[in-house]
């Protein structure tokens, strides 16, 4: 067989597209045809750190809105609360037997824990008090230390503290569980106001068991410290009886109980609160409770560092 010559033009067209390489596409789009791929920039560092500064800010901004409204919430079944029970009273609708049934179940689950808190408070502001004053030769006035001591401070602390704990986990457990099984909303969808039938009655209750919660302990931690002071201080019980006549009064009396009525509504209405608005079956139960308690004890002690600034300015303790 003869060789075929091929042309020279032919053979050089076969040289170049065998030397020559494919361009292959940067990316496919969803159509089928090619296109190119931009390139990613990269920030520049002013872009950098305003978006590193920008997630703390975004978040305290996001919190506090979360907490001003939380607040306003706050506010609003407060006053709807108080308004409430104000109503039922005068038109006598109050849920009598909710209120008593309630002040039970508080008094049941404070009582013991106040003894137990009470008694030692009692002696460890006896004895920090008995030693300064020893130490100054002043200990005929140890009755009145220790006692202004109970009656201004201790008692309202450690009654609020254990209304929060005890009664008011409770409560909001107790709100909780309702609110996750649906039943808040199946009063609502009859018309019932959640507020008026499961908060009011718990309202009522704790202005009525605070005032005896107060008073129980007063009397449990003064006896304690009386018990410190003639038995192992070694006072007599004249010095003491008459120290404390001359400082105390019953204006002491009446501030102590009124500040426990306010720190028992403040914790109250925080654990309905929390209550009513749990979500999430038992995690948020739990949460509810957590936040009850938290938020309970810090608005406490913030309230009574302000009221006993305002009183020790404009209502000082006088002798006699």
Not at 237 to 251: D, I
Request: aromatic residues 6%; glycine residues 10%; contains cysteine.
């Amino acid at each position: 067989m003869s060789n075929v010559a091929v042309p020279e033009h032919e053979t050089a067209t076969d040289d170049f597209s065998l030397q020559s390489t494919p361009i292959q596409p940067d990316s496919k789009s969803e159509t089928g045809s090619f296109t190119a791929t931009t390139p990613r920039v990269r920030p520049s560092l002013p872009d950098q750190v305003r978006a590193i500064v920008g997630q703390p800010t975004k978040y305290v901004i996001s919190q506090t809105d979360s907490a001003l409204k939380t607040l306003g919430r706050y506010v609003d079944m407060a006053a709807q609360s108080f308004a409430l029970l104000a109503t039922d009273l005068i038109r006598l609708r109050h849920p009598w037997r909710d209120t008593v049934a309630q002040s039970w179940f508080i008094l049941t689950v404070t009582v013991v824990p106040a003894l137990l808190v009470s008694i030692p408070f009692g002696v460890i502001v006896a004895v920090q008090a008995g030693s300064i004053i020893q130490q100054v030769g002043a200990s005929s006035i140890s009755g009145a230390a220790g006692g202004l001591g109970v009656i201004q401070q201790g008692a309202p602390i450690v009654a609020a503290l254990l209304l929060g704990g005890a009664a008011g986990s409770a409560v909001a457990t107790d709100l909780g569980a309702r609110s996750i099984r649906e039943e808040v909303d199946a009063m609502r969808v009859m018309g019932v106001n959640p507020v008026q039938r499961l908060v009011t009655p718990r309202l009522a209750a704790i202005l009525i068991v605070s005032p005896v919660l107060c008073v129980f302990i007063i009397f449990v931690g003064i006896f304690a410290g009386y018990f410190m002071n003639v038995g192992f201080q070694n006072g007599t019980p004249g010095s003491y009886l008459s120290s404390f006549a001359a400082f105390a009064n019953v204006g002491d009396v009446l501030l102590a109980v009124l500040k426990t009525w306010l720190f028992g509504v403040v914790v109250i209405l925080v654990a309905c609160q929390r209550g009513l608005e749990a979500r999430g079956g038992a995690r948020g139960v739990a949460d509810a409770v957590n936040a009850t308690v938290v938020i309970g004890v810090v608005t406490v002690m913030v309230l009574n560092a302000v009221i006993t600034q305002v009183v020790s300015m404009f209502m000082p303790s006088k002798v006699g």
